[in-house]
């Protein structure tokens, strides 16, 4: 065989030629040496030599006349619309449209030649494989094969492929897909998909008699995703029918309102205002987050529009006087800082505060003093509701159990004996006894609670039976190691006696479950984890440390928590806020996030020596003792009022509204968040204006009172 330079210098010589003779010699070679290569050649030749652009058309079109019956024939037809896609060039678009040749692959070459050669019926007859194909092609730089692409589209002959133009229309929002629909009359089988179609290509007469009350279309929004949310809601701009806003906010819209996104929200108010539709936008001032309320009021504040009633009119004053000083900023979100706790209230009583507790099912406090005297006091009606008096030592140590019985344990500086007693029927009755000081006293169960004393023994008492479920001793030869303090896991599983170790005990067997001997400074206050998996620790030298319950030991994580001027009395966890609360003798309680371990803030309590700290079993409050016989009362949920500013109005409680007025009643806030927490207010106070929860709702009596607690 000669060498494929000199073919191709022969051939040339055969094209030049140009007869008849010579395009029937290119054939034969074509067909009797397997020589597609030959054609391929001379289609180069075509589209790299202009002055061979004639003989080349005329060669290629002879050629396929000749090679319509061989095998290789639509190899080569293939070959040229994939090089006139590629080139557009005219000569190669003759020889195709002039003899209706057609590719059959790939499947967008197979579309567009049937569209460019006038068979576009061939594509009408195809299943939904064909529809991506011809939308390609309705955007194809060809008018005429875009036109037929767009009257195929229109012409589909079987339902899975008009249900495609369907599909395509609404979940991508083609313009083409939707023009072809609406041409073709096309509609989804599926009811709540051909609801949202109509809805979507503006059909509304289609729409309004397949969906006239909207059911379709809000189901179809409940669950759909953000897409075609977004499409709907933009439609619902376009139109601007405040009927349609029940898809988004349902048939009450202030129902709905608490899981609407700032889109949906933005457009209820936009067409609410459109429509002067006020009534309506004047109630969901009362449901919208704050920032949201603060536009609906100003838009109807420039309305010039009066409310009906007196009530609402004296409401949409002040809310509106809130709003209009320099100072408001319906911005301002959860970046307002309040300080954790506020107090609320003050009690001097006779004689030093030694320990508190708080009732779990009414608002008192129960007081042990240092002049042998117990009181309940209703900080609610700041009102003594019971006191005991004539004890034989000065109370240490006071709790209640779950169900409301209230025990109190003397302390001594000696080793005369000390009694536990617990409040049944109308009087004070002794549980136990133990010589020298009770140090510690956790209930578990609505009638067990542990005990430890100073005599280096710690038991597990039913007080409903009372007798000793359990017993541990600290198995120790100097007489200086006895329990300093006690706490309880929340969950009531383990009990750590503070000594001049720790000891974690399981309950109720009071087995030994952890150690950690001759901690590096003596610890009086101590709470468990959340999880139960580790203590924080409060010492006498102020340092506040964590231990992590690794096996049978106990490891102190590196580095303190925080350090406090002086002794550490007390630590506690508010685990619904995921805070950690440790006060200091100094006077400071300092409030850390646990969950990173970043301080918050923290709180000064008036008095000479902070002695004791409690917090309230629903972690709403917090109470301290002084020893300068005082005992103040701390408001914790301004803690909760930040985030308040990005919830729903309408998924506010009236527990929220309590929180907001302990932060208002502070005022020590800026001016701007002074502004912010009275419009919350307003509002609020306004939502649960007839919810009679608020009057059940546990508050504390604003002011510095006198409690005479006779010793």
């Known amino acids: 065989m000669i060498g494929a330079w000199w073919r191709?210098?022969?051939?040339?010589?055969?094209?030049?030629?140009?007869?008849?003779?010579?395009?029937s010699a290119l054939t034969e070679a074509i067909v009797s040496e397997g020589g597609s290569w030959i054609f391929r050649e001379i289609l180069t030749l075509h589209l790299q030599e202009e002055h061979f652009a004639d003989l080349t058309t005329r060669s290629l079109t002879e050629i396929l006349g000749n090679l319509k019956n061989d095998l290789r024939f639509q190899s080569l037809v293939n070959d040229v619309?994939?090089?006139?896609?590629?080139t557009k060039d005219h000569g190669l678009e003759h020889i195709l449209v002039s003899g209706r040749y057609v590719a059959d692959q790939p499947e967008i070459l197979h579309a567009l030649s049937c569209l460019k050669t006038g068979q576009r019926k061939r594509l009408e007859g195809a299943g939904q494989e064909i529809v991506p194909h011809l939308l390609v092609a309705a955007k194809f730089n060809d008018k005429f094969i875009a036109d037929e692409s767009c009257r195929a589209l229109a012409n589909l002959k079987r339902a899975d492929a008009r249900e495609e133009v369907c599909r395509i229309a609404i979940e991508k929002g083609s313009e083409v897909a939707r023009d072809a629909a609406i041409n073709g009359k096309y509609a989804p089988r599926d009811e709540k998909q051909r609801a949202l179609f109509f809805f979507l290509t503006e059909q509304w007469q289609r729409y309004e008699a397949l969906d006239f009350d909207r059911r379709l279309l809000l189901e179809i929004y409940e669950t759909a995703n953000t897409t075609i949310r977004k499409q709907i809601t933009d439609k619902m701009r376009i139109a601007g029918r405040t009927d349609f806003l029940t898809v988004i906010a349902g048939h009450d819209l202030r129902k709905k309102t608490g899981g609407m996104t700032p889109d949906e929200t933005s457009l209820l108010i936009q067409m609410l205002e459109s429509n002067r539709e006020w009534p309506k936008l004047w109630e969901l001032v009362f449901e919208l987050p704050f920032a949201w309320s603060a536009r609906a009021l100003g838009i109807l504040v420039r309305s010039g529009w009066k409310q009906e009633t007196d009530q609402d009119r004296a409401v949409f004053e002040t809310l509106a006087g809130i709003a209009s000083r320099t100072e408001f900023n319906s911005q301002i979100g959860s970046s307002l800082v309040l300080p954790p706790a506020v107090m609320q209230s003050s009690a001097r009583i006779l004689g030093r505060i030694n320990s508190v507790a708080f009732s779990p099912n009414r608002p008192a406090l129960a007081i042990g003093t240092g002049n042998r005297s117990l009181g309940l006091w209703n900080f609610q009606t700041n009102s003594l509701d019971a006191q005991w008096r004539g004890f034989g030592h000065s109370l240490g140590r006071v709790a209640f159990m779950a169900s409301g019985t209230l025990l109190c344990a003397e302390r001594t500086n000696g080793w005369g004996q000390c009694a536990v007693y617990y409040y049944s029927g109308n009087e004070m009755q002794p549980l136990t006894q133990h010589f020298g000081s009770i140090t510690g006293i956790e209930p578990i169960s609505d009638s067990e609670v542990v005990i430890s004393g100073r005599d280096q023994k710690t038991r597990l008492w039913n007080v409903n039976q009372g007798v000793i479920s359990a017993e541990h001793e600290i198995d120790d030869d100097f007489d200086d190691d006895w329990p300093r303090g006690l706490c309880v896991s929340t969950r009531g599983k383990k009990a750590a006696l503070l000594h001049r170790g720790i000891t974690v005990l399981s309950l109720p067997s009071l087995q030994v479950a952890a150690s950690y001997p001759y901690a590096n400074g003596i610890s009086r206050s101590a709470c468990f984890f959340p999880d139960d998996g580790g203590l924080v620790v409060g010492k006498v030298n102020g340092e506040v440390t964590a231990l992590r319950q690794s096996g049978d030991s106990l490891r102190p994580d590196r580095g303190a928590l925080y350090r406090h001027a002086k002794e550490v009395k007390g630590v506690k966890f508010l685990n619904k806020r995921s805070i950690l609360v440790t006060a200091g003798?100094?006077?400071?309680?300092?409030?850390?996030?646990?969950?990173?371990?970043?301080?918050?803030?923290?709180?000064?309590?008036?008095?000479?020596?902070?002695?004791?700290?409690?917090v309230s079993p629903d972690e709403d409050f917090m109470a301290v003792g002084d020893s300068d016989a005082s005992v103040s009362l701390w408001d914790l949920r301004v803690m909760d009022v930040p985030a308040l500013f990005a919830l729903p109005f309408s998924k506010a409680t009236p527990a929220h509204l309590a929180a907001v007025r302990a932060a208002v009643s502070d005022g020590a806030s800026s001016d701007g968040a002074s502004c912010a927490l009275q419009y919350l207010e307003c509002v609020l106070k306004y939502r649960f204006r007839y919810d009679i929860e608020i009057d059940e709702l546990w508050s504390i009596k604003r002011g510095d009172f006198d409690i005479e607690i006779e010793g």
């Open 585 to 614: 003798a100094e006077g400071s309680v300092q409030f850390t996030s646990w969950t990173n371990r970043m301080q918050i803030g923290s709180v000064s309590v008036p008095g000479q020596r902070l002695t004791s700290i409690e």
């Open 8 to 23: 191709k210098r022969a051939l040339r010589a055969l094209i030049e030629d140009s007869g008849s003779d010579a395009i």
């Open 81 to 86: 619309w994939a090089k006139w896609r590629e």
